[in-house]
């Protein structure tokens, strides 16, 4: 079956460094979903990309769909504390089968 | 407009009981899925749900099922618990038509543990 894996697995930054996480899919991703899960909490959704070599921005954070729409990555410019979590891509397939990459966790330190 | 509300919260089993989980999904969607989520295996896709029909199943032995109700209501059962069933299981909803591409919203999930 599809398996979709992030690397890193953990990732500490200092805080006002950057960070990146990549998403790899061993089969075509249908779309590309970005979740963050604070500790303690539940996935949250950040955004869905849909287009081949798609590339979309949320103020620090960007986030690019590979050309072949098996890959994709979360880049975060100047990471915050406030950017702990874990952060999971998931491919978005046909109806409602989501299926979640393995997870990214992020610790910032002050 | 209510979130996804999962009770219980907590649940402490022993082994070979069986235990019902509730999910009340946002009001308007139709969808709701469950996953189970572990430490070492991630987010894995147990089932879900549109207009009381299971549209999908994820790789979980049979002890696991699930319905949903006409109001969008889900439960999902565990029977003869067993103590890798140990986890974090959340339940998210979606407006789900029969199309890709829905966000899903999360609920705070219920912490089960198996002794």
């Known amino acids: 079956g599809q398996q979709v894996m992030q690397i890193p697995q953990y990732q500490h930054v200092q805080e006002g460094e950057d960070f990146t996480t990549y998403c790899n899919s061993s089969?075509?991703?249908?779309?590309i979903q970005w979740y963050k899960q604070r500790p303690g909490g539940h996935p949250v959704f950040l955004i869905q990309?849909?287009?081949?070599?798609e590339v979309k921005k949320q103020k620090r954070l960007t986030f690019q769909f590979g050309e072949a729409k098996k890959n994709s990555s979360l880049h975060i410019t100047a990471t915050q504390t406030t950017d702990v979590g874990t952060y999971f891509c998931?491919?978005?397939?046909?109806?409602?089968?989501?299926?979640f990459g393995t997870g990214t966790k992020l610790q910032v330190i002050p | 407009k209510a979130g996804v509300t999962q009770t219980p919260r907590y649940l402490i089993k022993t082994r070979g009981q069986q235990v019902t989980l509730s999910c009340s999904p946002i009001?308007?969607?139709?969808?709701v899925s469950w996953y189970q989520q572990t430490p070492g295996q991630g987010l894995q896709f147990l089932f879900e749900?549109?207009?009381?029909?299971?549209?999908n199943k994820g790789n979980f032995p049979g002890r696991f099922s699930g319905r949903q109700f006409s109001n969008s209501r889900s439960e999902m059962n565990v029977s003869t618990l067993e103590l890798g069933d140990s986890a974090l299981y959340l339940c998210?909803?979606?407006?789900?038509?029969?199309?890709?591409?829905?966000?899903?919203?999360f609920g705070s999930g219920t912490q089960l543990s198996v002794l």
């Open positions: 998210a909803s979606s407006q789900g038509a029969f199309s890709t591409n829905e966000k899903l919203f």
């Open positions: 089969t075509t991703l249908s779309n």
């Open positions: 990309l849909v287009k081949s070599g």
């Open positions: 998931a491919d978005s397939g046909g109806y409602q089968k989501v299926t």
């Open positions: 009001s308007g969607h139709r969808s």
């Open positions: 749900y549109f207009s009381e029909t299971q549209r």
